[in-house]
């Protein structure tokens, strides 16, 4: 974790200490948070026991293969009654004062509520039930996947939110690859005449400047020593040259410019129509490491070998790649991802906003001070969005930027899943 981290963390605690007036009970901003993973009774089915005298209900959340719906148990002294004997109704109160109620009817000893108890499970709860001519009320608060911090203490820590909407999400292909010499910008550097090479200067890896002496050649003809230089800047690649030996027509070295090179990425005959010269990519390093680069597509072809063993088939396309700031070296594999189409959907949030939460993509709404989870049905996505199916309203303000610490402080008020 960086400095840079850490003290964000320490800020979101100091935050969150500051919303709290009572010291001595860490993190009471979160009140239904710690509610919701409070200990209560539980039945025989694993349901919040509610006791009213000698009548008890217990209400369960039942998801075992099928949606989320509530299942109710009658009881009178311990013993279970018949599903008929009490007409119950369970109002939830969510975040946003939005409500849902359900109603219930008997089945298979039981009640089973109308409609589906969506995600999350967080909200008031009310639950009536009459029975023997008798009316019985509960409430509680069961709370996950919230907390509350100041608007202050949240913009100090870093927290951004933006509103859910519209978004431009790219349809990109992914390829991969290897860091090769640009041979436009490779140079094999001879003997301007036959000779002795008295003396060599340069060897394999260093780097040179334009006109900076590789050797010393005595000339057959002449018996006059000149120097061999290079005719660029760049590294020298290749060595053929040492005192004593007879140089001719052949290179004595090749000097490579590494400030311009080639990302050579496979292609498969299916994705050739996606393709087409000029077409930006970018890259980055397949360690997933911060590395990246823009180039663009210069050459599409067969690649080398191509018909002749594991390559057949496969093309080629090239990319060319400024690399000025020496971050790339020859030989290096690389992704690249090719924007090759763009689809406009209504409802879309950052990738930067994501978090994982129990089995679930979330991004936490904001509504007032409050933070709470929402559950996502994820469609397409690019290196910047991604499509929303369902989970949260268009318009709704959710938080892009350092999500992760709204994560940190839910999971540290330990609320539990409440069945």
């Known amino acids: 974790m960086n400095r840079h981290t850490t003290c ?70 311990g013993k279970l009654l018949p599903p008929t004997s009490a007409k119950v109704v369970v109002e939830l109160t969510r975040l946003g004062n939005k ?11 039981y009640l089973i509520g109308s409609g589906t108890v969506t995600e999350p499970h967080s909200f008031s709860v009310v639950v009536t039930a009459e029975e023997g001519g008798k009316a019985h009320r509960w409430a509680f608060d069961s709370f996950e996947g919230r907390t509350t911090i100041s608007a202050k203490n949240a913009q100090d820590a ?41 003396k060599v200067s340069k060897s394999v890896g260093d780097t040179v ?68 010269v000029g077409q930006p990519v970018t890259l980055s390093g397949v360690d997933g490491g911060e590395v990246q680069a823009s180039g663009q597509i210069v050459r599409i072809a067969p690649a080398e070998g191509a018909g002749r063993g594991t390559l057949s088939g496969v093309y080629t396309a090239r990319v060319a790649l400024d690399n000025a700031t020496g971050q790339w070296t020859p030989g290096l594999f690389a992704r690249g991802e090719v924007r090759i189409g763009a689809a406009e959907v209504p409802l879309a949030v950052k990738r930067s906003g994501l978090q994982a939460f129990r089995d679930f993509t979330v991004v936490f709404e904001l509504i007032g001070e409050t933070y709470e989870v929402r559950m996502l049905e994820l469609g397409r996505q690019d290196s910047t969005h991604v499509e929303v199916l369902g989970g949260i309203e268009p318009g709704a303000r ?3 930027e350092n999500s992760y610490l709204i994560k940190a402080d839910i999971d540290k008020s330990g609320a539990s899943h409440d069945h």
């Open 99 to 109: 409500q849902n109620r359900f109603a219930f009817t008997p089945k298979d000893g």
């Open 8 to 77: 964000i963390l320490i800020a979101l605690g100091l935050a969150l200490g500051a919303c709290n007036p009572k010291s001595a009970e860490p993190a009471a901003e979160h009140g239904g948070e710690k509610a919701a993973s409070a200990e209560y009774e539980r039945g025989p089915n694993r349901g919040r026991m509610l006791r009213d005298g000698d009548f008890a209900l217990e209400l369960q959340i039942f998801e075992d293969g099928v949606p989320p719906e509530y299942h109710v148990y009658l009881y009178r002294n």
């Open 209 to 276: 400047q334009a006109g900076d002496r590789l050797a010393v050649v005595e000339s057959n003809d002449s018996l006059q020593s000149y120097n061999v230089t290079s005719p660029i800047a760049g590294v020298v690649l290749e060595r053929d040259a040492n005192p004593g030996e007879f140089a001719g027509n052949g290179p004595l070295f090749v000097i490579a410019d590494f400030t311009k090179l080639w990302v050579e990425l496979a292609v498969f005959p299916r994705d050739l129509a996606k393709l087409r």
């Open 398 to 400: 959710y938080v892009s």
């Open 158 to 198: 870093g927290v951004r939110t933006e509103a859910a909407g519209p978004a431009t999400i790219a349809e990109v292909l992914k390829l991969t690859g290897r860091v090769v010499p640009n041979a436009e910008h490779v140079r094999a550097v001879t003997a301007r005449f036959p000779g002795t090479i008295q």
